[in-house]
């Protein structure tokens, strides 16, 4: 099994760093060890890397920048350890993937983590990773408690470049690529689907519908009109498209002003073909972005420092048709190969009354063109008050975030053409649909704005051997979301004290005093502590010339957090009243409609509660290895739940959601690194973390069932329950000795589902709970690279398992819905292959019985990806030393190069619609 193979490579890479290692220290190698006294980023604040007793890890926007995409979610596949990313939608402009940190905690709507830019919450979907210094998951409550009822899911804190004291440097980039599907579905041809689907109708006891002639002229294609061939993806789709980003940069300043600029334009057109180009009544499928960053930070007086951050995109989208190519890929999914010819023989589109003609839909449908504007802004003033306590200040800041998109539609419809043969011979044409005028539409799509205040107090002081930090923070929102009457607002009291002794015991407070609008009033506000201790053991006397342990810390941290979000629908402790249908009264049957009472108010409700649990080391050993490990437990609580089994349907009312869900998720994280010398000719480094996540519900407050496996408490969240699949019926003779009864008569080469209960029918009550779910459990990211003299090479690897996909619709049903078929039911069961067959017997119709939810579709969704690859030269100063110019780095790029999964006919993330794209790419970058 894949995660086999992925169990054995982590395996190799430890043995491999350890093995690294101890080579440079038997041969004198001098090594980089990490300098602790780094300063990270923590919520609302900073630190040296040595006093952090939180969970967290962290990602540089240098290394971003390895991945050619258009979303900086995906350029995170396998770089911060805890952060899961899962793949959305591969069209451009739409591939936002789903962030969870350290998996699952919770079955309520709101699992992905809180991102926060700059210090203040806003999308990251349209940043480019050219204008981000870091990225930093926080994981544990020691990290997130100052986030209060908000910090439960993980916290995603996103720092954009700043300027540095110093000379003007500007960077100068562009990089161009191509774009190409790595795996598109394998329908069958006209002739196997005609040959299969007269199977599929012999099996049904139905006549043939395609005769030996028909037959032969498919396998020979010499009738492209009345027995067509058609593969519509080689008609819609191009074989590349072309991508490019051009990036311009600059920072420097003084020791009173410090600046930070950027300008990027990204250019990246769909994998469609040029519509545009062959029909005024289309347009070609783009994406383009254009963003702009400009971080100033001034020093008015000697105590008084100003910040401004201003930022924003704008993103120009457009498609034929519709605004996403969703159904396009849907109908190219669906329609037969031999439904009907493209064009006819006069030059009219093919089509019938059942299927609109794919091609003509995005040439002469119309065109669907988007505008949207982001706009990222903060003004900070920090004032150090070392008059009254030296190491204090304070401080102020308003953050104003806003997007907004607006559409531009045209649609008209266009003619087609069902053709038959006559008597004589000629074509006879039955014409479908109007050509009609293109009809334009305008207006607002989405909009969103977040207003935000903050007022916070730090100190930091050392007493000798003591070392005290200190953090008070007033933190108040406003964010509305056009189309929601009322804004959702958080208002609250943060603070975190920290303190140090001899630089090896650390002990930290920290809190949250925070209040949801979302909730009753007088139950609004809650508070989340939490405890963390660390111990740098390296300091101790026993480890201090110690050449193994270079560096050794211990943490542990215990709190509170929360989550806010805990139902689609607001304000549920407030009684609500609904339309209730109408009665007709009187001689005039007048009609008058009626209100009832809809779902109880419940005005206890509140918010999802997590208990956090971390013990994590920190180490560098042999000189240059890095070692992080965590262990967590994280228990949430007070999860929104609706309350059968407290109040069951005999009352007669809709029970009212409780809190009274429980979900525990436990797990590891590893994280190991070997660099060795890099002011050597050759030098080079090993990278690879590895995280474990496991959920459970412990309590869901379902209703009574009949038997124990029926419950979804004690199991994943997410979890399916399916009908368990005991493989294909071989024989008659084998269906005569079943005794349970299935959903339809089932006939040889069904599948056979297993009678949980014994009572010889299969039916909602042998559903059990199956596989994993979509979202992995287990993730590995390994990540090597070289440099000799002026050449780099580097590769970015993601692994996953204990994943599970489940394989449905026309992808995999064959002639589901009238549909197509693709190769997987070259697998099929006949009686030749009874024996041996993966795939059940072909039925010409939705099968009552095969297509049923259950373990036979399921597929181990694990996979290796090759995510990035760079290979590149620099040229240094020595060698542009009568130039203006400090380097010149020119470069070759792969992203998602290379795929070994076990599901074989679709890519293991996407399954299906838009495909998922591979991109190859050329670039240079200069310095002056």
């Not at 890890?57 to 050619?68: H, P, Q």
């Not at 300027?163 to 190409?180: P, T, W």
């Not at 401004?308 to 704008?314: F, M």
């Not at 262990?631 to 009312?653: A, H, K, M």
């Amino acid at each position: 099994m894949l995660s086999n193979y992925i169990t054995k490579i982590v395996s190799l890479i430890g043995l491999a760093l350890v093995s690294l290692c101890v080579h440079a220290q038997e041969s004198k190698v001098h090594t980089t060890i990490a300098d602790t006294s780094e300063i990270r980023s923590i919520a609302y604040g900073h630190q040296p890397d040595w006093m952090i007793t939180g969970a967290q890890s962290a990602v540089k926007g240098l290394d971003l920048e390895k991945s050619f995409t258009s979303n900086l979610g995906t350029t995170l596949f396998g770089r911060i350890s805890g952060l899961t990313a899962m793949q959305g939608d591969n069209e451009p402009g739409m591939e936002t993937p789903a962030l969870y940190g350290r998996g699952i905690g919770t079955f309520g709507p709101s699992r992905e983590v809180l991102v926060m830019v700059d210090g203040f919450e806003s999308s990251f979907a349209n940043l480019t990773s050219q204008e981000i210094e870091s990225i930093t998951l926080l994981k544990d409550a020691a990290a997130t408690a100052v986030y209060g009822m908000r910090g439960a899911n993980g916290v995603l804190l996103i720092t954009t470049k700043r300027g540095k004291e110093g000379a003007l440097k500007i960077n100068i980039g562009v990089q161009s690529g191509l774009r190409s599907p790595k795996k598109l579905p394998n329908f069958l041809g006209s002739y196997d689907y005609a040959s299969l689907y007269n199977e599929a109708r012999d099996n049904d006891n139905l006549p043939e519908v395609y005769d030996a002639s028909a037959l032969e002229a498919y396998r020979t294609g010499n009738d492209s009109y009345y027995h067509p061939d058609v593969n519509w993806y080689d008609e819609i789709l191009r074989q590349y498209a072309p991508a490019t980003n051009y990036n311009l940069s600059f920072g420097g300043g003084s020791s009173s002003v410090r600046y930070f600029g950027l300008l990027n334009v990204l250019s990246e057109e769909g994998i469609l073909i040029r519509a545009g180009e062959q029909s005024e009544n289309s347009t070609n499928s783009k994406y383009n972005r254009y963003n702009f960053r400009s971080n100033i930070d001034v020093d008015l007086t000697k105590n008084l420092a100003l910040s401004l951050t201003l930022a924003g995109s704008v993103e120009d989208k457009a498609n034929p048709v519709a605004n996403t190519t969703s159904s396009l890929f849907s109908t190219m999914a669906l329609l037969p190969p031999n439904a009907f010819p493209v064009y006819n023989p006069n030059g009219t589109y093919g089509g019938t009354n059942l299927y609109a003609n794919p091609l003509g839909d995005v040439l002469e449908k119309g065109m669907f063109t988007s505008n949207g504007r982001t706009l990222q802004s903060a003004l900070k003033l920090e004032h150090k008050l070392d008059m009254l306590a030296p190491g204090l200040k304070v401080s102020a800041s308003a953050s104003f975030n806003n997007y907004f998109r607006n559409f531009s539609s045209k649609s008209r419809q266009y003619e087609r053409f069902m053709i038959e043969k006559g008597g004589d011979g000629e074509p006879v044409y039955t014409k479908y649909g109007e050509r009609t005028s293109l009809v334009g539409s305008e207006g607002d799509s989405q909009q969103w704005r977040n207003l935000i205040f903050q007022s916070q107090l730090d100190y930091d002081r050392s007493f000798g051997q003591h070392r005290v930090l200190g953090m008070l923070l007033y933190n108040m929102d406003n964010y509305s979301i056009l189309g929601e009457q009322y804004p959702y607002k958080h208002m609250g009291l943060s603070g975190r004290f920290t303190y140090a002794n001899q630089e090896k015991y650390i002990g930290e407070v920290s809190f949250a005093y925070l209040g949801s609008e979302r909730f009753a009033p007088g139950s609004r506000f809650g508070f989340f502590p939490a405890l963390s201790l660390g111990w740098v053991v390296s300091k101790e006397t026993f480890l201090a010339d110690n050449s193994t342990v270079n560096y050794l810390k211990i943490r542990g941290s215990f709190g509170l957090t929360g989550n806010d979000v805990i139902a689609e629908e607001r304000f549920q402790f407030e009684q609500d009243f609904r339309s209730f249908g109408s009665y007709n009264f009187g001689t005039n049957n007048t009609s008058f409609g009626g209100t009832a009472e809809g779902t109880p108010a419940n005005p206890g409700i509140t918010w999802e509660k997590e208990k956090k649990f971390n013990i994590g080391v920190e180490a560098t050993l042999f000189g240059g290895l890095q070692l992080v490990a965590d262990i967590f437990r994280n228990q949430r609580y007070d999860i929104l739940t609706t309350s059968t089994r407290t109040l069951p349907d005999i009352y007669g009312i809709n029970a009212p959601l409780l809190n009274e869900g429980r979900v525990e998720n436990k797990g590891y994280e590893v994280l190991l690194r070997y660099q060795s010398d890099p002011s050597r000719d050759f030098s080079y480094f090993v990278g690879a973390n590895l995280w474990y996540a496991s959920n459970k519900i412990t309590e869901m407050s379902e209703e009574l069932r009949r038997y124990d496996y029926l419950y979804r408490t004690g199991h994943r969240v997410g979890q399916p329950l399916l009908l368990e699949a005991m493989g294909l019926f071989r024989d008659d003779a084998e269906i005569a000795s079943s005794t349970p009864q299935h959903y339809a008569p089932v006939r040889p080469g069904d599948i056979r589902y297993k009678d949980q209960n014994g009572d010889n029918v299969i039916n909602t009550e042998d559903w059990i709970a199956s596989g994993y779910t979509p979202i992995p459990e287990l993730t590995l990211g390994f990540n090597p690279g070289v440099q000799w003299k002026g050449f780099d090479l580097e590769f970015l690897f993601q692994a996953v398992t204990n994943r599970t996909v489940y394989l449905s619709g026309t992808y995999f049903h064959a002639f589901q819905n009238s549909g197509k078929v693709s190769e997987i039911a070259l697998e099929r069961w006949t009686p030749a292959t009874a024996g041996t067959a993966t795939y059940p017997r072909l039925s010409s119709d939705n099968n009552q019985n095969n297509y049923r939810g259950s373990t036979f579709w399921q597929a181990d969704g694990s996979f290796i990806r090759m995510r990035s690859a760079e290979l590149g030269y620099t040229l240094g100063k020595r060698l542009l030393n009568k130039t203006s110019i400090d380097n010149v780095r020119i470069f070759a790029n792969g992203t998602n190069l290379f795929t070994w999964d076990k599901v074989k006919y679709t890519d293991p993330e996407s399954l299906t619609g838009y495909p998922a794209m591979r991109t190859i790419s050329l670039g240079a970058k200069v310095q002056f």
